[in-house]
């Protein structure tokens, strides 16, 4: 019972610094298991110091799109059906990590100037695993009535220092190979609680992401009161940003403790709101900069965050050349195939991103019939056409979704993919 009684207490003293609401519990988790096996954190840290040294090796030009096979484990409790969260929010938050880590957010418009050239596109994606464990269709998401425990004894909540989400044995859900999958776990975290993540080299048994279940996807219903200023689906980016081996832009110190990243600015605490003005260190060289409070790895509300310098992803790509490699040749998830065919170099399908119409474009002098097909993420149709023989033909999509979607075009027995993003 004494250890059941820090947890809580630790978990109360995080609240009382973050006034109701911890962005992220990822540093506390791996302190609290890192105390119970110091062998942990001295492996994290190697993995950390190859990452470091693999990045003044790495040309990053004409990097390829790295693709990660998701799962979403949802865990709810039986008498709260609000947690057990609907299909189109978990694919919403497909969505944003994609737009996120593309840089195709809208409000990538609001980097402040000193930041644009260094804020970059990670050209890494997420999709949700259409291939299970066994080889069996799935729309990556398992749906779980949780009978949370800790030590035995049963709660209301899943916690970042047991780990009790990530297991059947305490009431929670086992991960897939967690070699193969990014396994997310979207549940009632304790109260106030939004995310906690792993670092790459910690135990693989229970790697992955948690999310709370009221700040995760858009249009939450659950996205209320604390947690109305964390609506974007910005929680799981910053966690998955851990997960890819970045921390926090503050380095969790003073100004003298450093992220690892060089074109991020020293900063000495967390950020709160979006205070622009903000500026907590004094750089050691160079140009004088505010905290880069726009930056995901930092505790800024949702509408503030809007960009990953180029450093970062470095890491974040590195991690996935290196410590995460095994995941992207994963069976989890088999592409819509994105390379370009005959065909490819004479279509265009714009604008990107599109609102209320999209073109299909082709610009080859030779004119051919040809059809095509929409598809969202999950691979299915939501739009068919009919045999065109036309230079341009205008697709009215206002009704879609917001997410990326997928132009599957057929002429002459060619086939292309072309991508848009919707609004």
């Known amino acids: 019972?004494?250890?059941?009684?820090?947890?809580?207490?630790?978990?109360?003293?995080?609240?009382?610094?973050?006034?109701?609401?911890?962005?992220?519990?990822?540093?506390?988790?791996?302190?609290?298991?890192?105390?119970?096996?110091?062998?942990?954190?001295?492996?994290?840290?190697?993995?950390?110091?190859?990452?470091?040294?693999?990045?003044?090796?790495?040309?990053?030009?004409?990097?390829?799109?790295?693709?990660?096979?998701?799962?979403?484990?949802?865990?709810?409790l039986a008498d709260s059906l609000q947690q057990n969260l609907s299909d189109a929010?978990?694919?919403?938050?497909?969505?944003?990590?994609?737009?996120d880590y593309r840089r195709l957010n809208d409000n990538a418009v609001n980097t402040r100037p000193e930041f644009l050239p260094v804020a970059g596109d990670a050209h890494i994606e997420f999709r949700l695993a259409n291939v299970d464990p066994d080889g069996n269709s799935t729309n990556g998401i398992t749906r779980t009535v949780g009978t949370p425990t800790i030590f035995g004894f049963p709660v209301t909540f899943y916690d970042p220092f047991t780990n009790n989400a990530k297991?059947?044995?305490?009431?929670?859900?086992?991960?897939?190979?967690?070699?193969?999958?990014?396994?997310?776990?979207?549940?009632?975290?304790?109260?106030?609680?939004?995310?906690?993540?792993?670092?790459?080299?910690?135990?693989?048994?229970?790697?992955?992401?948690?999310?709370?279940?009221?700040?995760?996807?858009?249009?939450?219903?659950?996205?209320?009161?604390?947690?109305?200023?964390?609506?974007?689906?910005?929680t799981t980016c910053h966690e998955v940003g851990h997960w890819l081996s970045l921390y926090h832009i503050w380095g969790d110190g003073d100004c003298t403790i450093d992220d690892g990243i060089a074109d991020t600015p020293d900063a000495d605490a967390q950020s709160q709101g979006c205070d622009l003005n903000k500026n907590t260190c004094t750089e050691?060289?160079?140009?004088?900069?505010?905290?880069?409070?726009?930056?995901?790895?930092?505790?800024?509300?949702?509408?503030?965050?809007?960009?990953?310098?180029?450093?970062?992803?470095?890491?974040?790509?590195?991690?996935?050349?290196?410590?995460r490699v095994d995941i992207l040749s994963s069976p989890?998830?088999?592409?819509?195939?994105?390379?370009?065919?005959?065909?490819?170099?004479?279509?265009?399908?714009?604008?990107i991103p599109a609102n209320e119409n999209v073109f299909v474009e082709f610009r080859s002098e030779i004119k051919t019939e040809y059809s095509f097909t929409i598809?969202?993420?999950?691979?299915?149709?939501?739009?068919?056409?009919?045999?065109?023989?036309?230079?341009?033909?205008?697709?009215?999509?206002?009704?879609?979704?917001?997410?990326?979607?997928y132009v599957q075009l057929n002429a002459d027995g060619n086939q292309a993919v072309k991508k848009f993003v919707k609004n």
């Open 375 to 405: 598809l969202n993420q999950l691979g299915q149709t939501v739009y068919e056409s009919e045999i065109l023989n036309a230079d341009l033909t205008k697709i009215n999509v206002d009704d879609f979704a917001s997410g990326i979607y």
């Open 332 to 351: 989890g998830w088999t592409a819509i195939n994105e390379t370009a065919f005959t065909i490819a170099e004479d279509v265009s399908v714009y604008p």
């Open 89 to 99: 929010i978990i694919e919403s938050q497909i969505d944003v990590l994609n737009e």
């Open 167 to 234: 297991s059947d044995a305490t009431g929670g859900k086992d991960p897939w190979p967690t070699n193969e999958y990014l396994n997310v776990w979207v549940c009632p975290l304790f109260t106030g609680l939004l995310g906690y993540a792993q670092f790459p080299g910690d135990d693989p048994l229970t790697d992955g992401v948690a999310i709370d279940y009221h700040v995760f996807g858009l249009n939450n219903p659950n996205a209320t009161g604390l947690f109305d200023v964390y609506d974007g689906g910005r």
């Open 284 to 323: 050691s060289s160079g140009p004088e900069f505010n905290d880069m409070v726009e930056n995901y790895m930092d505790y800024s509300e949702d509408a503030c965050m809007n960009m990953f310098t180029n450093g970062q992803i470095n890491a974040m790509r590195t991690t996935l050349e290196t410590e």
């Open 1 to 76: 019972m004494k250890i059941f009684l820090t947890v809580l207490f630790f978990l109360g003293g995080s609240f009382a610094l973050h006034a109701q609401t911890v962005r992220c519990s990822t540093m506390e988790s791996l302190a609290y298991r890192a105390d119970e096996n110091p062998e942990l954190l001295n492996q994290i840290n190697q993995v950390a110091a190859e990452i470091t040294h693999s990045l003044d090796q790495n040309d990053r030009a004409g990097d390829p799109v790295y693709y990660i096979p998701v799962v979403v484990h949802v865990l709810y």
